[in-house]
Nanobody
Framework: VQLQASGGGLVQAGGSLRLSCAASGRTFSSYAVGWFRQVPGKEREFVAAISWRDSNLYYADFVKGRFTISRDNAKNTAYLQMNSLKPEDTAVYYC?????????????????WGQGTLVTVSS
């Protein structure tokens, strides 16, 4: 499966962005999807994940109540709605997929990655 992340940009603190992860090539509904982020000099960190049938959602503690992960299997797309953004949310955001039901928090367990989209939150 090929993944294309989009939707990043520059936003002021307190603002919102919605990231999209468009998939092609295989049956998207058979893949769990995760979102990760990375800043220079730091390891890639888990943000959120969603199981293949949209029934299980997982979030990092630092985004709970602010970010929402979702998916539309008919459109082969997953989303990350980010509200109440903070300057510390500034990072390159990546979507990833693996052909299993569950979406783990460990980036090493994902098989496919999008190219990343930059989110910059100004104070």
């Amino acid at each position: 499966v090929q993944l294309q992340a989009s939707g990043g940009g520059l936003v002021q603190a307190g603002g919102s962005l919605r990231l999209s992860c468009a998939a092609s090539g295989r049956t998207f509904s058979s893949y769990a999807v995760g979102w990760f982020r990375q800043v220079p000099g730091k390891e890639r960190e888990f943000v959120a994940a969603i199981s293949w049938r949209d029934s299980n959602l997982y979030y990092a503690d630092f985004v709970k109540g602010r970010f929402t992960i979702s998916r539309d299997n008919a459109k082969n797309t997953a989303y990350l709605q980010m509200n109440s953004l903070k300057p510390e949310d500034t990072a390159v955001y990546y979507c990833a997929a693996r052909p299993t039901k569950w979406g783990p928090r460990n980036s090493n367990e994902y098989d496919y990655w999008g190219q990343g989209t930059l989110v910059t939150v100004s104070s």
